[in-house]
């Protein structure tokens, strides 16, 4: 008799235990419901995934709370969407000005992307001189050079940039390998291109954007040491590309998030209505 009792009271204890569970996660999701409707989208999902982590046997409770998540994320892919639509006009027209000092050299048949040029610095103006080149393609991927021309090499892998009051930044060193690192001669001449692409050259780039007033020295290191103070029409051009990379890189971007917003939606729609 004394053994039925407990197993009684131990039966009762348990379904107690499982009511209060569903009452507690059910408290949390009508927290996140209450927080979606406000469009508080971070601490809805904050709730509902506290529910799969604190009650993961209240299944009918997760079921609704995978339903509530899925009504969150569309809700998050329309905001996005709306923000995307309504700052790429915005930042197309701010484009427009920007690309007017500029060239767009792009073959249409091997390119498809193509590269815009300041046009004080496209290469056949800029022959026989040591000068900092830069430019940026359509996407917003910005690239520094170093370019050195004179009777002798001087092998040079890297370059340093400095201020006369101590400042400076470098480049990383890119070894010579006929591609991104390249030299020929020509006429008893050399010339050598070092183009550091990306994050190789930002901090290059930067010192110079923010130092542009500055009289800039530049150091060709990792060969022969050289030295040149970039021209004022150079820096002019490397804040000009700097200014032009930001908007495109601006718009790649929400065109990219665009569209995963809008793949998104339709998964979510997808699922949304077989519920």
Known sequence: MKQITLC????????????SDEKAARTRL????????????????????????????????LKEGLELMRQVEWKEN?????????????????????????TLEKDSVYQPVGNY????????????RCYIRCGVNERGEMYLAS????????????????????????????????????RFEDLGST?????????NGMDAVKFIYANEKERIKAEFTGGKPYTIYIAEG???????????????????????????ALKRQAYLQSKLELE
């Not at 040029?117 to 026989?128: A, G, P, S």
């Not at 150079?234 to 995963?260: F, G, P, Q, W």
């Open 234 to 260: 150079d820096k002019k051009a490397i804040a000009a590309t700097y200014d032009l990379a930001v908007v495109l890189s601006d718009i790649e971007n929400m065109v990219t998030e665009r569209e995963k």
């Open 8 to 19: 009684i009271v131990f039966l009762a204890a348990l379904l107690n235990g499982c009511s």
């Open 147 to 182: 370019v050195y021309y004179g009777a002798r090499p001087i092998n040079h892998t890297s370059l340093r940039v400095s201020t006369p009051d101590g400042l400076s930044a470098e480049t990383a060193s890119i070894a010579y390998d006929g591609g991104v690192n390249y």
């Open 191 to 199: 010339t050598e291109v070092v183009t550091y692409k990306g994050d």
């Open 117 to 128: 040029i300041w046009k004080q610095q496209t290469i056949e103006r800029n022959v026989q």
């Open 78 to 102: 329309e905001r996005t969407i709306a923000f995307c639509d309504s700052m790429i006009p915005v930042k197309e027209e701010e484009l427009q000005e920007l690309v007017k000092g500029f």
């Open 30 to 61: 009508e927290k996140a419901r209450q927080m979606y409707e406000q469009n508080e989208f971070f601490t809805a999902k904050s709730e509902i995934d506290s529910i799969r982590t604190l009650y993961p046997k209240e299944y009918k409770v």
